[in-house]
């Protein structure tokens, strides 16, 4: 059993990530802003008020945690690479800090040019704040020193929706996973899956990965 906490438990992401966590037997706690507000959370998950971008919540849930999930989403650009920050630096200061698993954008994935989907012309603007609020935390792990842990996941960059779990799934890193069509598409499920995987049987440590159909 692994003692996990997963920051942003209450989103499309985290929320899965918990589930599937905790119906593989591991000891999960869910760190929230708003705990009164994640009430469908499962059975055996447990809440607790905590913030990723606070270096005293970050301390505070290290004591007994073994892995950091981070599934926040739904603030300013500068939410992750803020959080990546404090989680960097609050967590090189402890003995033996968790490894933090950072659930990121599709669109710092390289097109077959290899520049990132972000930097296309076409890229939605209504997207941008979260892309590079994300860009900004994947540079703030790769240029982290040694004494933390990181793995930073990326969906795919277009087709990602919430769906069935098939428990099946293809890995790469820095570009998308695609099939015989050229499509790259995975499901919430699908990737909460890959992540637990992940924690169980490490692979990609201080890495980026990616996964699809």
Partial sequence: MTNIVVFGAGGTAGSRIAAEAVERGHRVTAAVRRPEATGYLPPGVRTVTGDATSARSVKELATDADVFVVAIGGGERELWGDAARTLVRT????????????????????????????????????????????????????????????????????????GERTGHYRTGTDEPVTDAQGRSVLTYEDLAVAIVDEIESPRFRNARFTAAY
């Fill in 91 to 162: 967590l090189g200061e402890l003995p033996d800090p968790p490894r933090v698993i950072h659930v990121g954008g599709g669109a710092t994935l390289l097109t077959p040019k290899g520049t990132p989907y972000l930097d296309e012309p076409d890229f939605p603007t209504e997207y941008r704040d979260s892309a590079e609020g994300q860009a900004d935390a994947l540079a703030v792990y790769r240029s982290s020193a040694d004494g933390v842990t990181w793995t930073y996941v990326s969906p795919p960059p277009l087709e990602f929706h919430p």
